[in-house]
């Protein structure tokens, strides 16, 4: 399989919003559960949220659930984070691989990550 694609971070405000991106170039994308991971500096890696191959089923981190929503667009082979109220704990590397729970170990085709930096 070809590693999937981030796009979609930058650098916000407190309070602000981003929407990521999780695409992938092979069609069989869409028989695949997507996971979002992050990972700050100096820390492990840490669970997000994931989504089933349906888009029915989702997981979230139990501190993010009030401020980030998980979906996807297989058509588009994509996934998508969209994340709202950022604040500075935020800042990290965000990943999206293939797989399903909270432990990374699950997860295949991992992508190079892309950045959100929350200001204060």
């Known amino acids: 399989q070809v590693p999937l694609v981030e796009s979609g971070g930058g650098l916000v405000q407190t309070g602000g919003s981003l929407r990521l991106s999780c695409t992938a170039s092979?069609?069989?994308?869409?028989?695949?559960?997507v996971g979002w991971f992050r990972q700050a500096p100096g820390k492990e890696r840490e669970f997000v949220a994931g989504?089933?191959?349906?888009?029915?089923?989702?997981l979230y981190a139990e501190d993010l659930k009030d401020r980030f929503t998980i979906s996807r667009d297989n058509a588009k082979n994509s996934v998508f984070l969209q994340m709202n109220s950022l604040k500075p704990d935020d800042t990290a590397v965000y990943y999206c691989?293939?797989?399903?729970?909270?432990?990374?170990?699950?997860?295949?085709?991992w992508g190079q990550g892309t950045r959100v930096t929350v200001s204060s």
């Open positions: 092979d069609d069989s994308f869409s028989s695949f559960d």
């Open positions: 989504i089933s191959w349906s888009g029915i089923s989702t």
């Open positions: 691989g293939t797989g399903w729970g909270s432990d990374q170990s699950a997860y295949k085709n």
